[in-house]
């Protein structure tokens, strides 16, 4: 069973910060690509941020350049968001996704979401 499960969201002041995780189990992850969306409340998602497989390189929205950094851990598994300076525009719910594009087409799978609430 594919599992893709975050976990560290919450509430937070403005300023503060927040590391988020996600944890995979079901697939093979070190051949995928993971990202982080989010969705504020009663907005389209919106991409945070991506980190190709095979390569340490991240990519981020502008948004949160400078702010935000994800990594991957390929022998637990797991990516990361630690996410510094935070703002109340980033209040939303923040989903890991992983996907691998091949040529029977993509494959995409998500998790349930953390919530994260910046607010004084």
């Known amino acids: 069973e594919v599992q893709l499960v975050e976990s560290g969201g919450g509430l937070v002041q403005p300023g503060g910060s927040l590391r988020l995780s996600c944890a995979a189990s079901g697939f093979t992850f070190g051949s995928y690509d993971m990202s982080w969306v989010r969705q504020a409340p009663g907005k389209g998602p919106e991409w945070v941020s991506g980190?190709?497989?095979?390569?340490?390189?991240?990519y981020y929205a502008e948004s949160v350049k400078g702010r935000f950094t994800m990594s991957r851990g390929n022998a637990k598994n797991t990516v990361y968001l630690q996410m510094n300076s935070l703002k109340p525009e980033d209040t939303a719910v923040y989903y890991c996704?992983?996907?691998?594009?091949?040529?029977?087409?993509?494959?995409?799978?998500w998790g349930q979401g953390t919530q994260v609430t910046v607010s004084s």
């Open positions: 996704s992983a996907n691998r594009s091949s040529s029977s087409g993509v494959t995409r799978y």
């Open positions: 980190i190709y497989s095979g390569t340490s390189s991240t």
